[in-house]
């Protein structure tokens, strides 16, 4: 059974750092590794997805890596702004049935 | 492009009472999937369909959790019925059929049960 593992449960950093947040699953079988934001009462955002034959993926000033052999994602956020503050959820899809499980997320405050 | 739709957005039951979400997917999306998030944890799939078909419900509590997707467009799920523990967002999210695409999600329904 997939288990997905995020370090740390909360982030606070200063605006402006550079930041990083992690992802580590047991079955390096995935087809792909998405991230996700979700702001309070809100569904999910899709900001960077993976897949298995690829190392990373940038958009702006995210990027997220893949490393499938060793079971470990990053997400790096560069010159973090208030606007970043959320809980950033990894997922990866695996199984016969390509369903997604999620890590508990990282909550992320960005302090001005 | 118009997103997935869930209604209501909030929902507050006594045990015991019964409910139903309902979930309008993204146009031309064949698979859809309904979601469970508890406070402070990752979203866990209740079950997901392949047009109007189940393809997996492994964690879906069939004593008192159903859902069906008539037509294999828009979907419902329903608790009958509700637990304390049944208090969660439920999120609808909908893909293209294939194991590579991703998934959208939408707003969800924060269901309260007293």
């Known amino acids: 059974k997939q288990e997905v593992t995020q370090i740390p449960a909360a982030l606070s950093v200063p605006e402006g750092e550079n930041l990083v947040l992690n992802c580590s699953f047991t079955d390096s079988a995935i087809y792909n590794l998405q991230w996700f934001r979700q702001d309070p009462g809100k569904g999910l955002t899709s900001l960077l997805l993976i897949q298995s034959s690829q190392r990373e993926q940038t958009s702006g000033r995210l990027n997220a890596s893949l490393d499938k052999s060793s079971g470990r994602s990053t997400l790096y956020i560069a010159a973090s702004q208030p606007g970043d503050s959320a809980t950033y959820l990894c997922a990866v899809k695996s199984g016969s049935a390509r369903q997604l499980t999620f890590g508990s997320g990282t909550q992320l405050t960005v302090l001005p | 492009e118009a997103g997935v739709a869930q209604s209501p957005r909030y929902k507050i039951i006594e045990k015991r009472q019964s409910v139903a979400f309902w979930c309008n997917p993204i146009?031309?999306?064949?698979?859809l999937y309904w979601y469970q998030q508890i406070l402070g944890q990752g979203p866990k799939l209740l079950i997901q369909f392949q047009n109007n078909g189940v393809v997996d419900d492994s964690q879906l509590p069939k004593d008192r959790f159903s859902a069906e997707r008539l037509k294999g467009v828009d979907s419902t799920l329903k608790i009958q019925p509700a637990k304390l523990e049944d208090s969660a967002v439920y999120l609808c999210?909908?893909?293209?059929?294939?194991?590579?695409?991703?998934?959208?999600f939408g707003p969800g329904t924060r269901l309260t049960v007293t």
């Open positions: 999210a909908s893909s293209f059929p294939r194991g590579g695409f991703e998934q959208y």
């Open positions: 146009s031309g999306h064949a698979t």
